[in-house]
């Protein structure tokens, strides 16, 4: 069950470090196709309520399908268990074929994803206080404006 948490929390997380680059210096559709520069922090309020809305139905879609897959209903077993047939993480989701076949490979991959989660949640809250501290994005501190 931890580990479960821990991998879509790297997930995420990996997402997010790779969003806070991409969202202060590329043009997005939220901002009009413009680069806005505003502080990846402050971004999320400034987006309409029409385009958050169903950003996060969507993201609520899924964790609840996520949920389904892996989890035990509530009644059905003991709270906060997993499915026997569940490995965490894995919803069976791989339409580039990415996942080893091989046990050992598989192993080895899992344990580089869970690696690279960890650095980027260290790297997600690291950006997220310096823009905080500051008010200066993560790119105006390195001096790279594309």
Same mark, same amino acid.
């Given at each position: 069950?931890?580990?479960?948490?821990?991998?879509?929390?790297?997930?995420?997380?990996?997402?997010?470090?790779?969003?806070?680059?991409?969202?202060?210096?590329?043009?997005?559709?939220?901002?009009?196709?413009?680069?806005?520069?505003?502080?990846?922090?402050?971004?999320?309020?400034?987006?309409?309520?029409?385009?958050?809305?169903?950003?996060?139905?969507?993201?609520?879609?899924?964790?609840?399908?996520? @949920? &389904?897959?892996?989890?035990? /209903?509530?009644?059905? +077993?003991? %709270?906060?268990? *997993?499915?026997?047939?569940?490995?965490?993480?894995?919803?069976?989701?791989?339409?580039?074929?990415?996942?080893?076949?091989?046990?050992?490979?598989? @192993? &080895?991959?899992?344990?580089? /994803?869970?690696?690279? +989660?960890? %650095?980027?949640? *260290?790297?997600?809250?690291?950006?997220?206080?310096?823009?905080?501290?500051?008010?200066?994005?993560?790119?105006?501190?390195?001096?790279?404006?594309?």
């Amino acid at each position: 069950r931890f580990r479960e948490a821990e991998i879509m929390h790297g997930r995420v997380a990996m997402m997010a470090t790779v969003g806070y680059l991409i969202g202060e210096s590329t043009p997005t559709i939220a901002y009009g196709m413009n680069i806005h520069h505003t502080i990846g922090n402050n971004q999320i309020p400034e987006i309409p309520g029409t385009v958050l809305f169903p950003f996060f139905l969507t993201i609520n879609i899924c964790e609840a399908l996520r @949920a &389904n897959i892996g989890w035990v /209903e509530p009644g059905l +077993g003991p %709270l906060f268990t *997993l499915r026997e047939s569940y490995y965490p993480g894995d919803l069976g989701f791989d339409p580039l074929g990415f996942k080893p076949t091989d046990g050992k490979e598989f @192993a &080895n991959m899992q344990t580089k /994803e869970l690696n690279n +989660g960890r %650095l980027a949640m *260290l790297a997600a809250a690291g950006m997220c206080a310096q823009e905080q501290i500051n008010g200066k994005g993560i790119l105006d501190n390195l001096d790279l404006q594309f």
